[in-house]
């Protein structure tokens, strides 16, 4: 009798654990893509999850939802030299004798 409570807890846990993934799953896809508003989908996904709704509205966001600009364009930097400067020596001549 033991052994089948025990199994019927593991289900359970079991079943629990894949509907909490399948509840955040639209969070973590969208951590992942990048997605450029990632908290207003992480609120969208906890406020409207238990809905039939809500759920696919939080996964396409996730996933159609545009990505942050991770890699900017910059214009080409040119390399140039820096400006020569006369190097001053630290030592001072002082009639004819460096000091």
Known sequence: MSNGLLADDIWA???VTVFVVL????TF???IRGADE????????ALCCAT????PIALV????WPRKNLHPTRP???HTSPPRTQLQDPRRVIRGRIE
């Open 13 to 15: 846990l079991t079943i």
């Open 23 to 26: 509840a955040v799953l639209p």
């Open 29 to 31: 896809i969208a951590l």
């Open 38 to 45: 990632i908290l207003l989908i992480m609120l969208v996904n």
């Open 52 to 55: 039939v709704i809500g759920w």
């Open 61 to 64: 966001m996730a996933i159609k």
């Open 76 to 78: 080409p930097h040119i």
